[in-house]
């Protein structure tokens, strides 16, 4: 089969398409012809070498959320998997780049036939993560809930529920005129480009005399920084990520002062209630049931993972971004 393989540590071109044998089951495991692979920020973090856990071990193939059929079961495995639509998440185990991987049995989920591989994907770990941000922001219909990065992966999912389902007033950020358009389709009133000097005054514009209540944030930096500064009193941030590198300096004196909460969706405060397949079976039902409609950039072929992994870190890209054999 074909997959990416890594022997170092580094820049995207690091990422090679190669022959390897095919994977075969152990105990308890299924091998997935694989449809759609994901390909998340942390991906390009860990392929420089950055570090979320133990190092992997070298050479390795990224990836770690799955989508196919099954086409081999190991032994134990119930016969009733084989030809089946599936999509995982590989946990802190690689091997998503590829036409093939091997999963344990007890890490998959069913895919409804209205749903398609790249949603799936979009689903099992983007969704999941989504979910946490929700549990943890409590939003109402009488929230302003302002969303950076809205157009990514996991911020167009925040944007659809915090609207459409909540009923919460949605200020969409995000980055270009493209990808502001699309937070507005999305239903975000106002949407506003973050890269646009002044841009928290143009929020501070149209909402008049309402403020923003809530901040979930994916991007850090200096735009937290900013989304921070629009916070009425009582308000809450809740941080999924810092795509710009910097978490963001907040004066933590002048959040307290203010009543202003901070949560983030890793760590203790963010673990979730009946653990992680019970987030990605509610979020694969949410997909199934249109509660979200994951936001999908065009897929990239399996051979131009590192032109993805380039897209994705010069923030080029709109919405999940997977890769596909």
Partial sequence: MKAIRQYEFG??????????????????????????????????????????????????????????????LGAGVDRAWLGK???????????????????????????????????????????????????????????????????????????????????????????????????????????????????????REALGDREVSVVMDGVGGGALEDAAELLGRSGRIVSFGWASGQPGALDESDLNERGIEQSWVVGPSAAPVGGLRELETRSLAATTNGVWVPLLNPPYKLAEAAAAHTAMESRGTIGKVVLIP
Avoid at 42 to 71: F, N
């Fill in 85 to 203: 639509r599936v999509v995982g998440h590989l946990g802190m185990a690689s091997g998503g780049y590829a036409e093939q991987a091997v999963i344990a049995v007890s890490s998959l989920h069913e895919i409804a036939e209205q749903v398609s591989p790249s949603a799936a994907v979009a689903s099992i770990g983007t969704g999941r993560t989504a979910l946490v941000a929700l549990d943890l922001a409590k939003l109402t219909e009488d929230d302003v809930v302002l969303v950076t990065a809205a157009a990514s992966g996991m911020g167009n999912l925040l944007v659809q529920v915090a609207g459409r389902h909540l009923g919460a007033t949605v200020v969409g950020v995000a980055g270009g005129a493209d990808k502001v358009a699309r937070v507005r389709d999305l239903g975000a009133d106002p949407a506003v480009d973050y890269t646009e000097p002044g841009w928290p005054e143009l929020v």
């Fill in 11 to 72: 820049p995207a071109a690091n990422l090679r398409y190669e022959d390897v044998p095919d994977p075969e089951p152990a105990q308890g495991q299924v091998r997935v012809a694989i449809e759609a692979a994901g390909v998340h920020l942390i991906d390009t973090k860990i392929r420089q070498g950055v570090s979320y856990g133990p190092p992997p071990q070298l050479p390795m193939t990224p990836g770690r959320e799955i989508a196919g059929r099954v086409e081999a």
